[in-house]
């Protein structure tokens, strides 16, 4: 592939840890299908705030579509098959967000990766992600797949414990980290969004994350 056809794509493959890949703008060129498929999901199932088990605010209001939907509150963190704010079950997960994360997966290592649920992250200027892990999947041998857009992020990449040094990150529209393997119950978060206006995407970042809950 010459020089130009692999800079349309955003650039270089980076391998940020053993199983853990950033692919520069692989969604670039359909990002407009992205949102296609994302409007009708986001009006049945509106972003909302959830809150911790502990009662806090998570900053981040957060939507699903799949045959199951991360959701979090006084009960704790779990994927149910409804939405609790209409009672419907989730919107159904677009073919194409299965195809993305299938490549994305593919290209990072891992074949046959058939993703199930999709949670969406709105984050406005000023709003974090604290450090966490993802653990209310079923098998942790699947990948996930994270697809940005919008803002700019810096996206801290850490270790299997808290208090591990961290890699920053940085996540630009239309940027793909594949994670799974052993890095897969890493902590990660994201740093308060710097103020700005994506092009596209108005003053806001959005995050899909893709896996396989079930
Ligand atoms: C975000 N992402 O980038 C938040 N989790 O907005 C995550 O928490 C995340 O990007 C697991 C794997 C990839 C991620
Ligand atoms: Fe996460």
Known sequence: MIQSDLDLFGGQT????????????????RVESLLDVLRPVLRAAPFRHMSTPGGQAIGVPVSNCGTLGWISDAR???????????GAPWPALPALLVEVAAQAALAAGFEHFLADTCLINHYLPGTRLSLHQDRNERDF???????????PAVFLLGGHARNEATQRVPLNHGDVLVWGGEDR????????????EHPRMGARRINLTLRKAR
């Not at 041998?141 to 803002?151: E, F, N, R």
């Not at 119950?185 to 700005?196: C, D, E, N, S, Y």
């Open 76 to 86: 704790g963190y779990r994927y149910t098959e409804h939405d609790p704010l209409t």
């Open 14 to 29: 980076q391998r940020l840890a053993s199983h853990t890949v950033l692919l520069p703008g692989l969604v670039l060129e």
């Open 141 to 151: 041998s699947q990948p996930i797949v994270s697809i940005s857009l919008g803002l």
């Open 185 to 196: 119950l890493r902590f990660h978060g994201v740093l308060p969004i710097k103020p700005g």
